[in-house]
């Protein structure tokens, strides 16, 4: 079943234990393989497409985690421009009244 190499090991633990499958967190990534093999929900052709969806989801979570992660930023970079501005504007007026 080459089809369980493409998941991570959280992946593949995420899937046992929707499987019904107990203590995946210290099982190695070929144990994971094991037991999703030889659950007795499995299904191959089920497996494989929640698999690809597992992986999705993850995907998309990263996607928008990045995301929101690149707007903080953009809105921490604006906020010190404006303070620099700011700044820059009080020492050009307290020269001024020099």
């Known amino acids: 079943m080459a089809f369980l190499g493409k998941g991570s090991k959280v992946d593949l633990q995420y899937m046992a234990t929707k499987m019904g ?30 698999l690809n969806t597992i992986i999705e ?27 620099e501005r700011e700044l820059a504007e009080r020492k050009k007026e307290k020269k001024r009244w020099k």
């Open 21 to 50: 499958v107990e203590d995946v967190l210290g099982m190695r990534v070929f144990e994971l393989r094991d037991a999703i093999l030889n659950s007795e929900y499995f299904d191959e052709e089920f497996c494989r497409e929640f």
């Open 57 to 83: 989801e993850r995907e998309k979570r990263r996607e928008n985690w990045m995301r929101g992660k690149e707007k903080e930023e953009r809105e921490l970079a604006e906020r010190k421009r404006k303070e």
